[in-house]
């Protein structure tokens, strides 16, 4: 549905967008409900979002067509879609929703207390305050690989008290509206859900349509940007105010390292924790693994790793995250790099293209496939994974010991990296990411004198 209105005024809509200042209004009107939102106590929005997290986990525990059908309210059935197009992610959402978590974000990116968002606070310096000011409007462009991205990126924002206006993926724009609603339905004894979500708006605009996208630029105050280089290119290049804070997550490459240890003896554990890295996304996300490098002080131990790996890939496919369809063509490409690895090494597969495991003694990254495959290669020192670092790496998965993580950490991320997780964390969205806390430049600091 190109150049539409999808979210409004904390409600679903499908009005048609046909000119600029079509985007102009509905950034108006998020000002006006910004305002609203600047006056919500930082604590009742915390106590909001996790309850909105644990009613969303509640029914990730339900089916979602079966008990109670057709007696639930709207909005109901608007989260059991949300949950239902969010799969096995579901629960990871209901996480970064708990308040424990959001606080703890908001401490680390406030100088310490989040009380700023309220009011002054105090300083290190003597004889100063500070207060954190929302940015005002954020704009979002969001991409649509991975359907959690909008809301990580707009319950950021919303905390912090700003509004949202969503240009969404056609990809994921339905799971992601069905979640809006799913907030909006929300209640505490404080807030209702639908004076939160009516500080955000979800379009879907044309590529060739630059006067929208013109539009949804020069309407930001801050400008948060998540895609492919070429996506993220041309968010870049639009004109925006200047103190328009631009706030970018570009295309990234995550892998995994493995000792000798965790590839032995606790090789079963570590496997299965790393398919789970693999599978949440299908690799889509840029913090899921694609190389896996094993540390191997006796010949054959990281293909027997691989091996274990291709059994655990089998059984969390099967038993834990099914995979979604794919399209004709990635399964032509993952056909094809099987059949060109096949020579060069040992490939562990699905008798579709559910999942492929491919073991070689080649050196380096192996160039991402997506769709659960997967490379596993030798490497007798760990350390030299510092060659392959460059700041177009974003997650180092570990399966190290804990007395020798820091200092490795320390070594290998001088050129690149921004995170490094133990294996089968990767994948859960953290702070800070991809070297930065978003909560930090949504606000803008203000000083006064006692």
């Known amino acids: 549905m190109a ?76 989260g059991n879609a949300a949950v239902a197009g969010l799969g096995g ?3 990871q959402l209901a996480r970064f929703l708990k308040r424990d978590g959001l ?16 009011g002054f606070v105090e300083s290190r310096f003597r004889g100063t305050l500070l207060t ?3 940015r005002g409007l954020t ?29 969404a993926s056609s990809r994921t724009d339905k799971t992601f509206v069905d979640l809006l609603a799913f907030l909006a339905g929300q209640k505490t004894a404080k807030l209702n859900g639908q004076k939160i979500a009516e500080a955000v708006a979800v379009v879907v605009v044309d590529r060739d349509r630059v006067d929208l996208q013109r539009a949804l630029s020069l309407n930001a105050d801050a400008r948060i940007g998540w895609g492919g280089q070429e996506a993220v290119d041309a968010i870049l290049a639009l004109p925006k105010k200047f103190y328009c804070e631009d706030i970018v997550f570009g295309p990234k490459y995550s892998y995994a390292v493995v000792d000798y240890g965790h ?11 790393l398919a789970f890295d693999v599978c949440t996304f299908d ?100 350390e030299d994974v510092a060659a ?5 790496m974003q997650s180092l998965g570990l399966a190290m010991e804990p007395n020798r993580r820091q200092a490795f950490c320390r070594k290998v991320t001088a050129n690149g990296i921004d995170r490094c997780p133990r294996v089968g964390d990767m994948t859960p969205y953290d702070w800070p990411w991809d070297g930065l806390y978003v909560a930090e430049r949504l606000v803008r600091w203000v000083s006064a004198s006692r």
């Not at 392959?388 to 177009?392: D, E, G």
Request: proline content about 3%.
């Open 139 to 167: 704009v979002h462009w969001i991409a649509g690989n991975v359907e959690l991205l909008g809301i990580y990126s707009v319950v950021q924002a919303l905390v912090t008290k700003n509004a949202c206006l969503v240009k």
């Open 263 to 273: 590839a032995t003896e606790k090789k079963a554990e570590t496997a299965q924790r």
């Open 283 to 382: 690799q889509y996300a840029c913090s899921s693994p694609h190389t896996v490098f094993v540390e191997e002080k006796e010949p054959g131990t990281a293909l027997k790793f691989a091996e274990a790996l291709a059994e655990k890939m089998d059984v969390v496919t099967t038993k834990a995250i099914p995979k979604g369809m794919e399209t004709p063509k990635k399964n032509m490409d993952i056909l094809s790099v099987r059949a060109a690895c096949a020579g060069k090494g040992k490939v562990f597969s699905s008798k579709n293209t559910d999942w492929t495991v491919i073991y070689s003694e080649e050196t380096g990254l192996a160039e991402a496939c997506f769709s659960r495959v997967v490379f596993v290669r030798p490497l007798k020192n760990l």
């Open 3 to 78: 150049n539409h209105i999808l979210f409004l005024n904390g409600k679903k809509t499908a009005r048609e967008i046909k000119e600029a200042g079509d985007i102009d209004g509905i950034a108006a009107g998020l000002r006006h409900a910004q305002e609203r939102l600047r006056d919500i106590p930082v604590n009742d929005l915390l106590d909001f979002f996790d309850a909105a997290g644990k009613a969303l986990e509640k029914e990730s525990g339900k089916s979602t067509g079966g008990e109670g059908k057709g007696t639930k309210k709207a909005v109901e059935d608007a």
């Open 388 to 392: 392959f670092n460059s700041r177009k």
């Open 103 to 118: 606080q703890a974000m908001l401490r680390e990116s406030l100088r310490g207390d989040e009380k700023a968002l309220d």
């Open 132 to 134: 954190a000011q929302p």
């Open 89 to 91: 992610q579901a629960k």
